[in-house]
C-alpha cells in the first residue's frame, strides 16, 4: 500500500471514530419550562369542578445521544407550585417535581434546524399540599402520579457545542385525591408543557 493510500485510509478512519463520539456523547440543557394543566381537571368531592393553575420553571435536562438519530434524555426542573380550585374558590395549593424520561429521534442530524419527537414515562411527585380557602382547617393530600409523555421539538444547532432547542410536551398527570384520608376524587391535570432552553453537548 502507497504511503497516499495509508494516509488516506488513516484519516478515513479518523474521521469515522471522530463522527462515531459525536453521536455517542453527552448534552445538558436549561433554560424556562411551563406546566400548564388542560383547561377542565375533572371533579372532586362529589361534583365540584377542579382547576389547576400553570407555573414557569427553571428546567433541567441531561441526555444522551445513541445514534446520528437517537437519543435519550431525563427532564427534570426546580419545583412547580400550583393553585388547584375547587367551583371557582381557592382550595389547595400544591408543589410538584415531573422527571420524565423520553427516547427520542430527531429527523435532520447535522443540520442546522434539527426537528425531533419524543416518547417516554413521567413519574409526578406531589408534595406540600396547603389548604386553602373553603377546605382550610382540613388535611387536603394528592398522590403522586405514572404516565405516559409524548414530545416534539425544535433543535437550533449554534456551533459544534451549543445549540438551544424548543419543544413542548404532553404529560400523562392523574392524581388521586383525599381529604382526611379518605378518597374524594382523581385530578386529572394532564397538561401541555413548553420550553426553551440552551443546550451544552459534551
Known amino acids: 500500500m502507497s504511503a497516499l493510500a495509508r494516509t488516506t485510509l488513516a484519516l478515513a478512519l479518523l474521521a469515522s471514530a471522530t463522527a462515531a463520539h459525536a453521536a455517542d456523547g453527552w448534552f445538558f440543557r436549561t ?24 407555573d414557569t420553571q427553571l428546567s433541567l435536562i441531561v441526555g444522551r445521544q445513541l445514534s446520528d438519530h437517537w437519543s435519550v434524555e431525563l427532564l427534570a426542573a426546580t419545583p412547580f407550585t400550583h393553585m388547584a380550585k ?20 430527531a429527523f435532520a ?14 413519574y409526578t411527585i406531589v408534595f406540600d399540599e396547603k389548604e386553602r380557602g373553603p377546605v382550610a382547617g382540613t388535611n387536603v393530600s394528592l398522590d403522586n402520579s405514572m404516565g405516559l409523555a409524548a414530545q416534539a421539538g425544535i433543535i437550533f444547532k449554534i456551533n459544534e457545542n451549543w445549540d438551544v ?17 379518605a378518597s374524594i376524587g382523581t385530578a386529572n391535570v394532564d397538561p401541555l408543557t413548553y420550553s426553551v432552553a440552551l443546550g451544552y453537548n459534551f
Do not use: C, M
Not at 375547587?86 to 429521534?105: D, I, M, R
Open 109 to 122: 442530524p447535522g443540520s442546522k434546524v434539527n426537528p425531533f419527537i419524543g416518547a417516554g414515562l413521567n
Open 86 to 105: 375547587l367551583a371557582g374558590s381557592n382550595a389547595v395549593e400544591f408543589k410538584h417535581l415531573p422527571p420524565t424520561l423520553s427516547l427520542q429521534y
Open 165 to 181: 432547542v424548543a419543544d413542548a410536551r404532553w404529560i400523562d398527570i392523574d392524581a388521586d385525591a383525599r381529604l382526611n384520608g
Open 31 to 54: 433554560g424556562a419550562i411551563t406546566v400548564n394543566p388542560k383547561s377542565d381537571n375533572g371533579t372532586l368531592a362529589g361534583n365540584l369542578p377542579l382547576q389547576v393553575g400553570s
